[in-house]
């Protein structure tokens, strides 16, 4: 099961910034926090990751809580092609065992209108 | 470089038959990765691979069959086609460092009749 819970829908206006929240209330210490999205039908698309402090790059920024408990994605300045399901994933650093695997939940589908 | 490829794009399979979905990268990738996605569904991992010769079965891995043989490429291989196995297939790759991204290639959208 993931271990993320995200709003399963949100509206943002073309041109505004976009917050999308996640909630990762059981993440352990040296798991990272993972951002993708899937446009339409096509495959999913690496937007960033961390694991303690915020990061940003050409895409958009992340916000972690102190505490690791929840996390904002920030897309800063949002465009029609930004609609996609955004999805929101713990992973933990090991790939030698399952946990290490992404584990897709239903993620948040963001509509950026006009 | 190409990134991650899949092979077919489209396939319609009647029940019972079997196939194998390819899924190549040229990234020299260790680990790769197989999920199938239901209409309006997250993802769902099938199986996984860690390396060469190295395999491991994800949420759903019954009635599909993988195997590695080399770094670059990871079929998945259905052998008796189900009504419920028709979805869209997404393979994946990345390397094995702890904080890496990983690459999904475009998709097999797959109908079983």
């Known amino acids: 099961d993931a271990k993320t819970t995200q709003p399963p829908s949100m509206d943002c206006a073309e041109g505004r910034a976009a917050n999308l929240p996640c909630n990762h209330s059981t993440i352990s210490g040296n798991e990272y926090v993972y951002w993708y999205r899937q446009i339409h039908s096509q495959g999913p698309q690496y937007i960033i990751h961390g694991l303690k402090n915020n990061e940003t790059n050409e895409m958009a920024s992340l916000i972690i809580t102190e505490d690791r408990k929840s996390s904002t994605l920030i897309l800063p300045h949002a465009t029609l092609r930004d609609t996609a399901v955004y999805y929101c994933?713990?992973?933990?650093?090991?790939?030698?065992?399952?946990?290490?695997?992404?584990?897709f939940g239903k993620g948040t589908k963001l509509s950026v209108k006009p | 470089n190409a990134g991650v490829t899949q092979t077919p794009k489209f396939q319609v399979l009647k029940t019972g038959q079997s196939m194998t979905l390819q899924c190549a990268q040229d990234?020299?990738?260790?680990?790769m990765s197989w999920y199938r996605q239901d209409p309006g569904m997250g993802l769902r991992l099938i199986h996984y691979s860690v390396g060469a010769g190295i395999t491991d079965q994800g949420e759903v891995p019954n009635g599909y069959n993988v195997s590695r043989s080399t770094t670059e490429d990871f079929p998945l291989r259905l052998l008796s086609a189900a009504p419920s196995q028709t979805s869209v297939y997404f393979c994946?790759?990345?390397?094995?460092?702890?904080?890496?991204?990983?690459?999904f290639g475009p998709g097999t959208r797959l109908t079983v009749t």
């Open positions: 994946a790759s990345s390397t094995l460092d702890g904080g890496a991204e990983q690459y």
């Open positions: 990234m020299n990738h260790e680990y």
């Open positions: 994933i713990v992973r933990h650093p090991n790939y030698g065992g399952s946990q290490g695997n992404l584990i």
